[in-house]
């Protein structure tokens, strides 16, 4: 099967609940889990939520990155979507649940642009 | 089942090729359809790339839409997670599909969050 974009969506829970309401931390790991995968970032937005909660979007050259959390509940969702050869998400994936302390995810993978003309 | 994130996966093919490289009119849709959905916007990140396709996401508070294109083969990936029971992203989703001229659209909803302790 011959997709144009690789999506992981992840649903973390069980994080630290204080990282996730750090947005300079979830900024600064979501640009390294960037990294790991070997993406190139193009741009970011941040957002601190009141009382708490964060949210944040990396785009990079291959897609993207975000992740929503809810500090209250030990609860984040994250996707990351690329496309091409030369990046691996999976990599941008471990790394994050990693960061976040997480002691039970999943991750599932969409493949996105499955065309005909492929 | 109780989510706490409603997340709308589309598919988007057949779609109007110059459209899908005309990075002010995607930014203008793309925020239109937050709008159309009833969200409020915090933040944009738009890109060109060369030869072709855009990458283009909506921070919003209920959370985000982003758009990328791959006109050359006429297709877009768009997402939609909205939280929170103020804001209709199928409103969003129907809106984006009629702008963008699509003729063969999927959606696939997936919900984010679901939580033991809710």
Redesign the interface.
């Given at each position: 099967m011959n997709a144009?974009?690789k999506?992981l969506?992840l649903?973390l829970?069980d994080c630290n609940k204080e990282s996730l309401n750090d947005l300079s931390f979830l900024k600064s790991t979501l640009l390294a889990a960037a990294s790991e995968a070997g993406a190139t970032v193009?741009?970011?937005?941040f957002?601190q939520?009141n009382p708490q909660g964060v949210?944040g979007?990396v785009?990079i050259?291959e897609?993207?990155l975000?992740i929503?959390t809810?500090p209250e509940?030990g609860?984040a969702?994250a996707?990351i979507?690329t496309?091409g050869n030369s990046v691996q998400p999976e990599k941008a994936a471990e790394f994050l649940i990693e960061k976040l302390g997480c002691k039970n995810h999943s991750v599932?993978e969409?493949p996105?642009?499955i065309?005909d003309?492929?």
């Open positions: 144009l974009g999506h969506l649903e829970k193009l741009g970011e937005s957002h939520f949210s979007v785009v050259t897609s993207h975000f929503h809810w509940y609860y969702a996707d979507f496309c599932q969409i996105r642009g065309l003309t492929q």
